[in-house]
């Protein structure tokens, strides 16, 4: 954890063997993440509080199989709500909200062919991530709450995910728009997804915003553009982007 130019050492629950990566905190510097006992162990969910580490174990589903995944978690709000992906009994992975310790099964679109992962969480409990859909099994972005699974749609293609939600309910994430290889990035507010390459201002000339990874509540939204060759005439440039709205 890194604060007022320090940057303090978490330690990793499993002692100096042990491995340990974090993935979200909130304004009590509660931190949420993913640890394991040796490198290619299983990974755990874990919440950091205090210099002490608790492991929020699975949906009842475990694994010994190297480097694979019992639980990961990704997020906490300011309710110390936590969110992420754990194993179920019959081993598939599913998107879970633990919250005064237990751990609730967010459920799928309709497939579990795929892991379904929650990434985000807002303080009013709404929860955001991809899920495999009915039929093809395609992945789709979803928004969760009050125990409704609403699939986002896409661009147009096979694919989206959902990446962050701020507390207006705005979505970014990534999406495929039809006929392309690659994703682009998006914003879903009011229902509506959006392709931002199609409503941002001053792109350069051949530059594809593919991911957008955060919003926050005054809707600035920040990602990456294309790595690769990623479209006919592209620039294959990795650039870290900020979109700041224009009202």
Avoid at 48 to 73: H, M, Q, V
Avoid at 119 to 145: C, R
Avoid at 172 to 191: R, T
């Amino acid at each position: 954890m890194w604060q007022n130019g320090v940057m303090q050492d978490l330690g990793t629950g499993f002692g100096p063997n042990g491995f340990s990566l974090a993935w979200g905190i909130n304004n009590t510097s509660i931190i949420v993440g993913q640890h394991h006992a040796t490198q290619s162990a299983p990974k755990r969910a874990f919440l950091w509080r205090g210099g002490f580490f608790r492991d929020l174990g699975t949906l009842g589903g475990e694994t010994t199989l190297p480097f694979a995944t019992n639980s990961i978690a990704y997020d906490i709000n300011n309710l110390n709500q936590v969110v992420g992906v754990a194993r179920t009994s019959p081993g598939a992975l599913h998107g879970f909200l633990f919250q005064n310790g237990v751990m609730q099964d967010l459920g799928t679109l309709g497939n579990d062919i795929d892991a379904t992962q929650a990434f985000a969480i807002n303080n009013l409990s709404q929860v955001v991530g991809s899920s495999p859909i009915a039929g093809d099994g395609a992945t789709h972005a979803f928004l969760w709450q009050n125990g409704v699974m609403q699939d986002l749609g896409t661009l147009g293609g096979t694919f989206s995910q959902a990446s962050d939600i701020n507390n207006h309910t705005q979505v970014v994430g990534s999406a495929y728009p039809q006929g392309s290889s690659f994703p682009h990035a998006f914003v879903w507010e009011n229902n509506q997804m959006t392709d931002l390459n199609q409503v941002t201002k001053g792109i350069p000339a051949g530059l594809v915003l593919q991911t957008a990874q955060a919003i926050n509540d005054n809707g600035y939204i920040v990602g990456n553009t294309c790595g690769i060759l990623c479209e006919p005439g592209a620039t294959p440039l990795a650039r870290a982007f900020l979109l700041v709205p224009m009202n």
